[in-house]
């Protein structure tokens, strides 16, 4: 029998245990041995649950327990789980855990003190829930360079844009319909505003080139501000907004981006509905990869976290080359503003064929979109650096702006 702890007896550690209980066969026969939970460290006391005798209060008692080979943690938040992780690989166990807010702003640290106390910190569930991008991304791809990465990597929010443009709900409607299905928080900022995508879109990124940038180096956009209207113009140029997460990596630099964007049919990602994920990733030698599946929710984050248990336990994981992230060096990331992107912009006016005359001397050129609400224009600029495109907003050249979302590149 193998000993493991929980960190957390939340929604997603509850999901260990089940699991774990439900697949102990093929856990088993994978691993070698059986897998047995025995201990939970959490605030609460559980005594309705059969595991609440398990349930300790104290890291203490997990850090010193030597039976404990593997500690999951699924507590959340950067504190006290930082702590808490580095006292456990200190006491010599594996660890794993589906937090990512701690990787994206303490994953060198971790990474290093696993590598230094000889054990394994994986994060496999920290972006993704359930889908097994990030294992993927480090073998599979190991003989290629990603230079691209586009994804929805945030279920609230795709559920959110979904139910817009599915069933034309306002934002607002929509996310109060995520809040009562419990996809969403009763302070949905982290989701909404782009924070939760913005951290697993650091984490990939630094899975592909070993670079961890800081949340300042990328640039994030709420979706808070997408409206019924938007979403229909989306529709009407062959399309739909989605949320993504991106980089796009050079030899020496990389730019990191999460803003809503206009994503055309064309492209598979603007098919993955409701609270599904999906990660796109482009490489020279492999051409595009696209990871699939159930983002966020009890049982695919908890199933990917029992998979990294696994990994570790059948000595898969130790064959892996370890985890050897730096901070990004000076000047990796590259400024938002230098990227050029297509925009869609809707002005309010009267005077439409004033507002389309300033539009081409401002851009060049620029594509009506049929079918404007009335009192508006709509137009797809051609690809403009970033910083332009701000500098005509801002300064009153387009007229009265109503809406502006860039097209994916
Ligand atoms: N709040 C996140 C989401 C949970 O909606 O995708 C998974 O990270």
Do not use: C, W
């Given at each position: 029998m193998i000993n493991i702890a929980i960190l957390g007896f939340g929604v997603v550690g509850g999901g260990i245990t089940e699991v774990i209980r439900e697949n102990a066969e093929s856990l088993k026969s994978y691993v070698g041995d059986e897998i047995y939970v025995k201990k939970i460290l959490d605030l609460?006391?559980?005594?309705?649950?059969?595991y609440g005798d398990r349930v300790?209060?104290?890291i203490n008692e997990i850090i010193r327990d030597?039976?404990?080979?593997v500690v999951c943690e699924t507590?959340?938040?950067?504190n006290p789980a930082f702590d808490f992780s580095v006292a456990v690989m200190k006491s010599g166990k594996s660890m794993v855990t589906a937090n990512k807010e701690l990787v994206a702003k303490r994953g060198i640290e971790l990474c290093e003190i696993a590598r230094d106390c000889g054990v394994l910190y994986l994060f496999?569930?920290?972006?993704?829930?359930?889908?097994?991008?990030i294992r993927s991304m480090r073998?599979?791809?190991?003989?290629d360079t990603v230079t691209a990465i586009d994804g929805i990597l945030n279920g609230t929010t795709n559920y959110i844009l979904t139910s817009m443009e599915?069933?034309?709900?306002d934002f607002a409607t929509a996310l109060k319909e995520a809040q009562r299905l419990g996809?969403?928080?009763?302070?949905p900022s982290a989701d909404v505003d782009g924070l939760d995508a913005q951290r697993k879109i650091m984490i990939l990124t630094a899975v592909a080139t070993n670079n961890l940038v800081c949340e300042s180096d990328v640039y994030t956009e709420t979706?808070?501000?997408?409206t019924p209207e938007d979403m229909d113009a989306a529709k009407r140029w062959g399309g739909t907004v989605k949320l993504l997460g991106s980089s796009r990596i050079d030899k020496d630099s990389a730019s990191l981006y999460v803003c809503p964007c206009f994503v055309p049919?064309?492209?598979?990602?603007?098919?993955?509905?409701?609270v599904y994920n999906a990660v796109s990733v482009v490489s020279p030698v492999t051409g595009d990869v696209m990871y699939y599946g159930r983002g966020a929710g009890r049982m695919p984050t908890a199933g990917a976290v029992v998979s990294d248990v696994a990994c570790i336990l059948s000595g898969l994981a130790a064959k892996e080359k370890p985890c050897a992230w730096?901070?990004?060096?000076?000047?990796w990331a590259r400024p938002f503003s230098e990227n050029s992107f297509e925009y869609y912009v809707r002005v309010k006016t009267d005077l439409a064929t004033e507002a389309l005359e300033s539009a081409r001397l401002s851009f060049g050129a620029v594509k009506v979109l049929e079918?404007?609400?009335?009192?508006c224009v709509e137009y797809i600029t051609v690809k403009t650096k970033e910083d332009i495109t701000s500098k005509l907003i801002s300064e009153g050249?387009?007229?009265?702006?109503e809406s502006v979302i860039r097209i994916m590149n």
């Open positions: 609460r006391d559980f005594p309705d649950s059969p300790v209060h104290d030597d039976t404990i080979s507590m959340g938040g950067v496999e569930p920290s972006v993704g829930g359930g889908i097994p991008e073998s599979s791809l190991a003989g599915r069933d034309g709900a996809y969403a928080e009763a302070n979706m808070t501000g997408i049919k064309s492209s598979l990602l603007s098919s993955v509905s409701d730096q901070a990004a060096p000076e000047g079918g404007a609400p009335e009192g050249s387009l007229g009265n702006v």
